[in-house]
């Protein structure tokens, strides 16, 4: 101890010698002693470089992705584990800058079905196929189907680099969020619809803003920049070269590994559909088929549910409630949604549907989010509301729906209200509604809404269920309100007549079909193997409802309307005697109007006028539901295996004389609508009942195609040949009588004869329309009266689309609304009919014509005035028309 005591000292002494020495001698030692342990400093990955040392990175860490901003772009941490796992990638519309072309909360693409594969260190973005469903036990089967369904490679990514462990690779997606991403863009460029649109991105505008990672999902916030240019189908330009930036949600949410049992769908009731295919050993085909949307509601107390009792669901349905709403409809937006649990309950189920309000305290919420079920408040002047889902294309497996209410909504209850109950109900009978009488209506609308988010398709055929005179009855309308479901569009009792007392005015809560659908599409039926097991029992269910009508599913018709009975805004079973009805009640409120809403509380006239033209076109839609009987066929989906009479029947044929006859009257008879009290105030313009009986004639006379295909399936046919005699006999009445004719049967009788001539002197145009682009496709202004164009472009461009349709033909706007898919589908709208092997129109019009030509020469004589200038002007267009040669 002594000795080494020692040694120390003689260190010590040693090192205080040493201690100084030269500095260069000094500072050559400090630099080899450096650069030693520069050397053995151990060496920085690339992952903790770029996501750990660098302060400026941003990391949204979690189980399923984990994303790093680092100086602008991104870069996603991809788990091994992961990789294979299939996926929906959303994107959601969070901000815009014009709202006409970006809907706040609206999800402008469907998700994209997609899976990360991996080939050696590249990554690939790949698109998730479904393969046809097949017997999984067959090992020869199963390889086969694996060698045919390789998914298609959709964006590769090199490797950046691993993370610490190896677990995961790293990266960078920047383009796929912040590029020109057609699959996710929130402005599409279309072509051939009604407003061609060209969107041309703009990368300088165009960044990543916020990211985030949750346990089954993760979030990124983009800035989206464009330059757009849209056309009203070539006639006017709306925006030329307007710059617009949208700030998008996108999620990339990862899917359960077990997909929710599918439903197998069926045409005879209606709930949104997935497409899927099936390889059946027995047969030697692959067969397509559908199954339902629905979400995944089973019994957290299975025992308990078979027992009879009411149950909790496992997961129940979540919907949050934007802030964002007036303090007014916040209530009725609540019972709206709540109201559907009376359907859950008569299955087995309670507290299925909740509403939340949008947290305050949860980082984790977004209401952007694929993950959560929002109802969201737009503030932009559209009267609508709308209730869209996203579903798992593996299952049908509803993951996310929202409802989208637009502002303006408000003034569509007040103008329904209005013009469909005043005439009984005095508390609508002022320039707003009480608001009593406005969350009734809004909750009406919001349940509608929220009907389309549990899978429910439009039901157009339930109205007509109803006997037309039991909407005048206080103890039916009070139990059944006006429509045996809430998935139609009938809106509220315009049947009902002044002094009529205690009549209910509303739709019901929900109505029986929409309890019948709830059961076949959420029923638990857990002794069942699959869903081809239950196919048995679901389809029972239907087969119990044939033939009755209150269970009748009439699918909405957008591209060509058929059916008279499976219409929007109608009431009962007699359009005919609901139309007196109606007409009636708007004759009594048009009259007390300027009583109910005086100069003092509407000195603009803005509000009367407003409702002054919701009244013509209410009047509009009453012609309109009888004008479909003309030519119409009742069509009803049928089951090959169970009764239900034929799919297509005929219109009865005195049903079909009968309503020409009613509109013609109507359009004779119009002079109604022309209220000086209120028209005198306006600025200069022509009056609405000559506009609304140029429009009806215009569609109206080319129905004899309608009547061709109607006649051509009857068995006691309303034939071309009367449907023209009768034509002619009710247009001509008072010239064939030799009696004066009034300004309306001129503009009738003119409009009549342009378009006999114009059928009998064009081959052109007459084969044209060979199939239904005329024959039963709507008008443009149906379109409008009928809501079938939900992006409201119509209505806003109702004036040059009429002019677009008078050059060239009916049906044309339906056409090109339906190329650019603002048309919704659902389990396919009818196929084509062509027309051209049992259409003899020109042999018709050319007859017509030769009789109306004789009649007209054989008074011109013995009339005077207007009447005498205006039966030369036809005897001019049928001249030039039967004799073209003639022609100077």
């Known amino acids: 101890m002594r000795s080494l005591s020692k040694l120390c000292v003689l260190l010590l002494a040693a090192g205080l010698l040493i201690a100084p020495a030269s ?58 584990k992961t990789i294979g796992r299939e996926m929906l990638i959303a994107s959601t519309i969070s901000e815009a800058s014009d709202t006409n072309l970006g809907t706040i909360g609206y999800k402008p693409t469907d998700p994209i079905h997609v899976k990360f594969t991996r080939i050696d260190t590249t990554i690939y973005l790949s698109q998730a196929v479904v393969p046809p469903v097949h017997d999984t036990n067959d090992p020869h089967m199963s390889k086969a189907i694996g060698r045919s369904t390789l998914p298609p490679i959709m964006h590769s ?38 407003v061609n649109i060209t969107g041309k991105f703009k990368s300088e505008g165009s960044v990543i803003d916020q990211i985030k990672s949750f346990e089954d999902n993760v979030t990124v916030k983009s800035y989206l920049s464009y330059s757009v240019t849209a056309d009203l189908l070539g006639l006017m330009v709306i925006k030329k070269d307007e710059p617009m930036t949208v700030k998008v949600t996108r999620t990339i949410l990862l899917l359960p590994e077990e997909a929710m049992r599918p439903r197998l769908a069926d045409s005879r009731i209606g709930i949104f559909l997935t497409d899927m295919s099936r390889i059946n050993g027995k047969k030697d085909k692959i067969e397509d088929f559908s199954v339902i949307n629905r979400w995944n509601i089973q019994p957290k107390d299975l025992e308990a549910w078979k027992r009879g009792e009411l149950v909790e669901p496992v997961k129940p349905i979540v919907f949050y409630l934007d802030d964002a709403f007036p303090a007014l409809w916040r209530e009725p937006i609540r019972r709206g949604v709540l109201r559907w649990n009376k359907a859950f309950e008569k299955i087995g189920f309670k507290n299925v549907m909740h509403i939340e309000d949008f947290p305050k305290d949860d980082p984790e919420f977004d209401p952007d989010n694929l993950k959560y079920s929002c109802i969201r408040y737009v503030p932009a ?22 409802v989208l209410m637009y502002n303006d909504v408000v003034k569509l209850a007040a103008n329904w209200r209005f013009v469909q109950t005043a005439q009984v109900d005095e508390r609508v009978r002022g320039k707003e509604l009480p608001d009593d009488v406005f969350q009734e209506s809004l909750e009406y609308i919001l349940a509608h809404e929220v009907g389309h988010c549990l899978g429910l398709m439009h039901n ?213 609508l022309e209220q000086p009290a209120l028209t005198e105030k306006l600025p200069l313009h022509v009056d609405l009942s000559f506009i609304l009986r140029f429009n009806f004639c215009r569609a109206f006379f080319t129905y004899y195609k309608n009547v061709t295909l109607s006649s051509h399936i009857a068995d006691d046919p309303y034939t071309p040949q009367e449907y023209m005699d009768d034509l002619y006999n009710i247009v001509f009445e008072s010239t064939i009588k030799g009696g004066p004719v009034s300004p309306s049967e001129r503009l009738i009788q003119r409009m009549f004869v342009d378009a006999a001539a114009d059928v009998a002197s064009s081959e052109a145009k007459r084969m044209k329309l060979g199939g239904i682009a005329e024959a039963y496709a709507p008008s443009v202004d149906e379109i409008a009266l009928m809501g079938l164009d939900r992006s409201g472009i119509v209505e806003r461009y109702l004036g040059p689309l009429r002019e677009a349709e008078e050059e060239h033909g009916k049906g044309y706007v339906a056409s090109q609304l339906w190329n650019s898919d603002a048309l919704s589908s659902g389990y396919g709208w009818q196929y084509n009919v062509q027309l051209r092997s049992i259409d003899e129109s020109r042999a018709l019009f050319v007859n017509v014509n030769d009789r109306i030509l004789k009649l007209l020469r054989s008074r011109v004589k013995s009339a005077t005035g207007e009447t005498r200038a205006h039966y030369q002007g036809m005897i001019y267009v049928l001249e030039r028309s039967l004799f073209p040669s003639q022609k100077n």
């Not at 209730?387 to 299952?395: H, L, T």
Request: net charge neutral; with cysteine.
């Open 460 to 672: 157009m055929a339930a109205s007509s269920a109803f006997p037309v005179d039991s909407l005048r009855s206080a103890s039916f309308t009070q139990q059944h309100g006006t429509t045996p479901s809430i998935m139609d569009y009938a809106r509220f009792n315009y049947v009902a007549q002044p002094g009529d007392k205690g009549v209910k005015l509303t739709p019901p809560d929900l109505g029986p079909y929409d309890d019948y659908v709830i059961k076949y599409a959420y029923t638990p039926l857990p002794d069942k193997k699959d869903m081809f097991d239950e196919e048995k029992t679901i389809r029972g269910w239907i087969d119990e409802k044939v033939g009755d009508p209150i269970y009748r599913y009439g699918r909405q018709q957008v591209i060509a309307r058929y059916d008279p009975t499976a219409i929007e805004e109608d009431l009962g079973d007699d359009h005919i005697k609901a139309g007196d009805y109606g007409i009636g009640n708007l004759k009594y409120v048009l009259s007390h109007m300027e009583e109910w809403i005086t100069d003092e509380e509407d000195p603009d006239l803005k509000i009367r006028t407003e409702l002054y033209e919701a009244a013509a076109g209410q009047f509009a839609r009453y012609v309109n539901a009888v004008m479909l009987n003309v030519g119409g066929i009742y069509l009803t989906d049928v089951n090959s295996n169970t009764a239900g009479g034929p799919q297509a029947v005929s219109v009865p044929k005195e049903l079909q004389r009968a309503s020409l006859k009613w509109v013609l009257a109507q359009m004779k008879d119009s002079a109604w």
């Open 157 to 194: 990514y090199p490797l950046v680099c691993y993370n610490r462990d190896s677990s995961a690779m790293v990266i960078e997606m920047t383009k796929f969020f912040s590029g020109d991403n057609e699959l996710l863009a929130p402005i599409k460029s279309t072509k051939g619809g009604v």
């Open 23 to 80: 500095g260069a001698a000094a500072s050559k030692s400090k630099k080899k002693k450096s650069k030693t342990e520069e050397v053995a400093k151990p060496k920085v990955d690339k992952y903790t470089k770029m996501f750990v040392n660098d302060k400026s990175c941003l990391t949204a860490k979690g189980p399923f992705l984990t994303l790093h901003k680092l100086k602008g772009k991104l870069y996603v941490e991809v788990p091994l």
């Open 381 to 402: 002047a559209v009267a609508n509301a709308m209730g869209p889902s996203w579903v798992d294309p593996r299952s049908g497996e509803i993951i996310n729906a929202s």
